[in-house]
Protein backbone atom coordinates (compact mmCIF):
# COMPACT_ATOMS: atom_id res chain seq x y z
CA UNK A 1 0.00 0.00 0.00
CA UNK A 2 1.54 3.96 -1.24
CA UNK A 3 -0.07 7.28 -0.84
CA UNK A 4 2.18 9.10 -3.42
CA UNK A 5 1.95 13.19 -3.16
CA UNK A 6 2.72 15.02 -5.95
CA UNK A 7 1.86 18.90 -7.25
CA UNK A 8 4.04 21.11 -5.06
CA UNK A 9 6.26 24.04 -5.81
CA UNK A 10 7.09 27.59 -5.21
CA UNK A 11 4.38 29.97 -6.50
CA UNK A 12 3.46 33.77 -5.61
CA UNK A 13 0.70 34.51 -3.49
CA UNK A 14 -2.49 34.88 -4.61
CA UNK A 15 -1.99 31.86 -7.12
CA UNK A 16 -2.46 28.57 -7.07
CA UNK A 17 -1.67 24.76 -7.07
CA UNK A 18 -3.54 21.44 -7.43
CA UNK A 19 -1.74 18.71 -5.22
CA UNK A 20 -2.47 15.06 -6.06
CA UNK A 21 -2.28 11.92 -4.06
CA UNK A 22 -2.16 8.30 -5.54
CA UNK A 23 -3.26 5.78 -3.93
CA UNK A 24 -2.01 2.45 -4.95
CA UNK A 25 -2.58 -1.17 -3.22
CA UNK A 26 -6.16 -1.00 -2.12
CA UNK A 27 -8.81 1.61 -1.62
CA UNK A 28 -9.41 3.86 1.81
CA UNK A 29 -12.81 5.15 3.64
CA UNK A 30 -11.34 8.76 4.25
CA UNK A 31 -9.00 10.64 2.57
CA UNK A 32 -7.07 13.54 4.38
CA UNK A 33 -4.52 16.72 3.83
CA UNK A 34 -2.49 17.75 6.37
CA UNK A 35 0.71 20.06 6.47
CA UNK A 36 3.50 20.55 8.70
CA UNK A 37 5.66 24.18 8.37
CA UNK A 38 8.83 24.71 9.85
CA UNK A 39 9.00 24.56 13.37
CA UNK A 40 5.13 23.59 13.76
CA UNK A 41 3.41 20.56 14.49
CA UNK A 42 1.61 18.83 11.82
CA UNK A 43 -1.93 20.26 11.31
CA UNK A 44 -5.15 18.77 9.13
CA UNK A 45 -6.33 20.65 6.14
CA UNK A 46 -9.24 18.80 4.99
CA UNK A 47 -10.63 15.34 4.57
CA UNK A 48 -13.00 13.78 1.98
CA UNK A 49 -14.80 10.66 2.05
CA UNK A 50 -14.00 7.72 -0.34
CA UNK A 51 -17.41 8.73 -2.52
CA UNK A 52 -16.74 12.24 -2.22
CA UNK A 53 -20.43 12.62 -0.50
CA UNK A 54 -18.45 14.48 2.79
CA UNK A 55 -15.61 16.80 2.91
CA UNK A 56 -14.53 18.81 5.72
CA UNK A 57 -11.89 21.90 5.96
CA UNK A 58 -9.68 23.99 8.42
CA UNK A 59 -10.80 27.38 9.07
CA UNK A 60 -7.30 28.65 8.12
CA UNK A 61 -7.80 27.15 3.96
CA UNK A 62 -12.14 27.03 3.63
CA UNK A 63 -13.54 28.79 0.72
CA UNK A 64 -9.65 28.60 -0.71
CA UNK A 65 -8.97 25.49 -0.96
CA UNK A 66 -10.97 22.13 -2.66
CA UNK A 67 -10.45 18.92 -1.85
CA UNK A 68 -12.06 16.24 -4.39
CA UNK A 69 -11.72 12.78 -5.34
CA UNK A 70 -11.35 10.30 -9.15
CA UNK A 71 -11.95 6.86 -7.85
CA UNK A 72 -11.20 5.75 -11.18
CA UNK A 73 -7.79 6.69 -10.67
CA UNK A 74 -7.85 6.17 -6.85
CA UNK A 75 -6.23 9.44 -6.32
CA UNK A 76 -7.15 12.71 -3.77
CA UNK A 77 -6.73 16.46 -5.42
CA UNK A 78 -6.34 19.55 -3.35
CA UNK A 79 -7.13 22.22 -4.90
CA UNK A 80 -5.21 25.24 -3.34
CA UNK A 81 -6.77 28.60 -4.28
CA UNK A 82 -5.49 32.73 -3.06
CA UNK A 83 -2.09 31.20 -1.35
CA UNK A 84 -0.61 33.18 1.33
CA UNK A 85 2.78 33.04 2.54
CA UNK A 86 1.08 31.11 5.48
CA UNK A 87 0.34 28.26 3.65
CA UNK A 88 4.09 27.54 2.61
CA UNK A 89 4.63 24.00 4.37
CA UNK A 90 5.01 20.39 3.66
CA UNK A 91 1.57 19.12 2.72
CA UNK A 92 1.20 15.18 3.27
CA UNK A 93 -1.65 12.88 2.32
CA UNK A 94 -3.34 10.42 4.28
CA UNK A 95 -5.96 7.60 4.26
CA UNK A 96 -7.32 5.56 6.84
CA UNK A 97 -10.42 3.02 6.65
CA UNK A 98 -14.02 3.24 8.08
CA UNK A 99 -14.86 6.34 10.69
CA UNK A 100 -17.65 6.33 13.23
CA UNK A 101 -18.16 9.91 12.48
CA UNK A 102 -19.64 11.36 9.03
CA UNK A 103 -17.23 14.61 9.96
CA UNK A 104 -14.40 12.32 9.06
CA UNK A 105 -11.14 11.95 11.10
CA UNK A 106 -9.32 15.19 11.83
CA UNK A 107 -6.42 13.97 13.69
CA UNK A 108 -3.32 12.76 12.47
CA UNK A 109 -3.46 9.46 15.50
CA UNK A 110 -6.64 8.45 13.21
CA UNK A 111 -5.01 7.72 10.05
CA UNK A 112 -3.25 4.55 9.32
CA UNK A 113 -1.44 5.41 5.79
CA UNK A 114 0.33 8.46 5.09
CA UNK A 115 2.21 9.56 1.64
CA UNK A 116 6.19 10.95 2.12
CA UNK A 117 4.88 14.89 1.32
CA UNK A 118 5.29 17.64 -0.67
CA UNK A 119 6.63 21.62 -0.36
CA UNK A 120 4.93 24.14 -1.02
CA UNK A 121 6.16 27.32 -0.96
CA UNK A 122 4.42 30.78 -1.21
CA UNK A 123 6.14 33.84 -1.54
CA UNK A 124 5.08 37.34 -0.61
Known amino acids: VQLQASGG ?3 QAGGSLRLSCAASGRTFS ?5 RQAPGKEREFVAVIRWNGSRSYYANSVKDRFII ?3 NSKNTV ?5 SLKPEDTA ?20 EYNYWGQGTQVTVSS
Open 68 to 70: SRD
Open 9 to 11: GLV
Open 77 to 81: YLQMN
Open 30 to 34: WYGWF
Open 90 to 109: VYYCAARGPYYSDKGPTDLG
